[in-house]
């Protein structure tokens, strides 16, 4: 059985780091597409970041291309989500999401690529507040 565990959440002040971990179990991840997505209060789930298990691409939001990077460790069983520069729109609930047959095509492609990942962690809050 998929599943995906987040952790590394937390309350930083603005302009801080801090790094997202996903650990997947229950599957071999190595041909898995991984993605972060992230809800805040009143809003819709919005893609984050999503790499690919097949030739390794990647998908950035506007809103976090180059300060937030998405990586995975096969051996480790673990997606990360490295976040710098944090604003206070980061605050949000952040999820992991996987599946076998989506792609980082998705989400410019699709109007809801969440959609298309059928496994989902419980998510970890992230707070930006001074």
């Known amino acids: 059985q998929v599943q995906l565990v987040e952790s590394g959440g937390g309350l930083v002040q603005p302009g801080g780091s801090l790094r997202l971990s996903c650990a997947a179990s229950?599957?071999?991840?190595?041909?898995?597409?991984f993605a972060w997505f992230r809800q805040a209060p009143g809003k819709e789930r919005e893609g984050v970041a999503c790499v690919s298990g097949t030739d390794g691409s990647t998908y950035y939001a506007d809103s976090v291309k180059g300060r937030f990077t998405i990586s995975r460790d096969n051996a480790k069983s673990t997606v990360y989500l490295q976040m710098n520069s944090l604003e206070p729109e980061d605050t949000a609930v952040y999820y992991c999401?996987?599946?076998?047959?989506?792609?980082?095509?998705?989400?410019?492609?699709?109007?809801?690529?969440?959609?298309?990942?059928?496994?989902w962690g419980q998510g970890t809050q992230v707070t930006v507040s001074s």
């Open positions: 229950g599957f071999s991840m190595g041909d898995y597409t």
């Open positions: 999401a996987a599946d076998r047959f989506a792609g980082p095509e998705l989400f410019t492609r699709e109007r809801y690529p969440r959609r298309f990942f059928g496994s």
